[in-house]
């Protein structure tokens, strides 16, 4: 990841609201919090790459012409000015009504450079000329920024509402050179010196801003998921701003992969309470609406993906004619000693529920018994089952997973070509077609999760799940993972 993109992720955890004009709202399905501690661990980490991209940057070279008396007209050049290294001991983050103020305070900045002069007089007719070094020290620094975000259209436009950078302090330490040197630099560049530290400050945090706006801007409206699905990652509505809390909300349905973006239809309802946890505050919160999990229900089913053909089972007996001679006689006197197969479909979105403990899941399949003879499938049956299901939600990597657990289902013959079926006899064919084919391949796609709202480079840590219906809440701690990547990036001011 370049520095420009780590800044664009980085500002996205330091959002403002907006709060002039008259804004439409759109109902977002998930939610985002960034707590104060969330808030205090994202200007760190801005500050530090902040300070890498502007340590051993280079000021413009600094000339003046003075008069010194006893010696003449002195020409003196400073250059090859070199931010060295800079120290941030105090900084602070704090939200107002219209934005986002970040401030640091006392610090302090190792600057070398270096020194030629040459002095010309009638006295002195041949001239004189000296070079060396020097060192200057910063001692208070103080550099404020104030920044706000808006909602454009489904993406994010950040606006730079105020900055400043200020040196109040300067000291300058001379390596060689004529005694009368020292006090040239003081009255003379010490201001110069000062003014380029804090053009430099100013001009990188311009050149910041105006990137990652451009970056936000181009910011993609879906993520995909499989070659099936994609999820709408689009904002809605401006950042909410609290003295505590910012808040953002995303759209967060699934679509199919090439429809056009647009409302669904859903609706979060007006009793709406997302959990927040009281205790151990986490950096940051996500909230999924159950509309998440039936979107993704309904694209997935209107794909026509949730099909299966059944040729494999454990007992592969079962999947013979003569296996089923006592269960259904019928069967085996229309087609003795057939090979067989199964069509598994689910017939109707899976409906979900959120509960106070877990997903309820209910899903309604239609399993077709086929027999095949001669080179073609003789579909002979067709049983429906109504199953319920559990799903645990939990956290591997980035992503939300789950494993779904089967409670109990039933059976009721929906039609027959070979004459009446025992329902009651064939239960372990259902429970084993649920157990070693439904469930597994249900499982194995929920384990790759939806991908949460987190930022390449940061990671969830520590993370816990909370359900309080309709949502389910994922508060995490979060770490960065970019800092040995980051503060190796050469870096320079223009």
């Not at 429809?259 to 309802?269: D, T, V």
């Not at 997903?359 to 579909?379: F, K, M, R, T």
């Not at 939600?393 to 779904?404: D, F």
């Not at 070509?417 to 025992?422: A, N, S």
Request: hydrophobic share 45%; glycine share 6%; proline share 4%.
């Amino acid at each position: 990841m370049t520095p420009s993109t780590c800044f664009l992720l980085l500002f996205l955890l330091l959002l403002s609201s907006s709060t002039s004009g008259v804004q439409h709202h759109e109902e977002g399905f998930i939610s985002i919090t960034i707590s104060d501690k969330g808030l205090d661990f994202a200007k760190d980490i801005l500050i530090d790459q902040a300070v890498d991209s502007i340590t051993l940057s280079q000021l413009p070279d600094i000339e003046e012409t003075v008069q010194v008396p006893l010696v003449g007209k002195a020409r003196v050049v400073l250059s090859e000015i070199t931010i060295n290294d800079i120290q941030v001991n105090s900084s602070s983050v704090n939200t107002g009504e219209t934005g986002i103020a970040v401030v640091v305070s006392g610090a302090t900045a190792n600057l070398s450079l270096k020194w030629r002069y040459s002095v010309s007089s009638w006295l002195v007719p041949i001239g004189i000329s000296d070079s060396g070094t020097a060192t200057a020290k910063v001692n208070d620094l103080q550099v404020g920024l104030t920044v706000n975000l808006t909602n454009q259209e489904g993406t994010l436009k950040l606006l730079l509402l105020d900055s400043g950078c200020h040196v109040r302090d300067l000291s300058i330490k001379l390596h060689g050179g004529a005694a009368w040197l020292y006090q040239v630099l003081v009255d003379a560049f010490a201001g110069s010196i000062a003014s380029g530290v804090e053009e430099a400050v100013s001009d990188q945090i311009n050149e910041g801003i105006s990137t990652l706006d451009v970056l936000l801007q181009s910011l993609p409206k879906t993520f995909p998921i499989d070659e099936t699905a994609a999820l709408n990652v689009s904002f809605v509505n401006n950042p909410e701003l609290s003295d505590s809390a910012i808040e953002l909300e995303i759209s967060g349905l699934f679509i199919g992969r090439n429809e056009i973006l647009s409302p669904r239809g859903y609706r979060r309802g007006s009793d709406v309470s997302v959990s927040r946890a009281n205790s151990s505050p986490k950096m940051i919160t996500i909230s999924l609406h159950e509309n998440v999990f039936k979107s993704a229900s309904l694209v997935y089913f209107t794909a026509d993906t949730l099909k299966w053909t059944v040729d494999e089972l454990p007992d592969q007996n079962l999947l013979n004619t003569a296996e089923w001679r006592f269960l259904i006689p019928q069967l085996y006197k229309q087609y003795p000693n057939d090979d067989m197969n199964l069509d598994v479909f689910v017939s109707s979105p899976p409906d979900i529920q959120l509960t106070n403990k877990d997903v309820g899941v209910q899903i309604s399949i239609d399993i077709i018994l086929n027999v095949l003879e001669a080179g073609e499938v003789v579909p002979v049956a067709c049983i429906s089952v109504d199953l319920s299901a559990s799903c645990a939600a939990e956290i591997i990597g980035n992503n939300l997973a789950g494993w779904l657990k089967l409670k109990k289902f039933s059976t009721y013959l929906k039609w027959s070509k070979i004459g009446k079926l025992h329902l009651n006899l064939i239960q372990s064919v259902t429970s084993a077609v649920l157990k070693t084919v439904l469930i597994p391949y249900l499982n194995s796609q929920l384990v790759r999760g939806i991908p949460l709202p987190i930022l390449n480079d940061f990671a969830l840590e520590n993370a816990r799940i909370l359900y309080s219906p309709p949502w389910i809440t994922v508060s995490s701690d979060v770490s960065f993972l970019g800092h040995y990547h980051h503060k190796h990036l050469p870096a320079y001011v223009s």
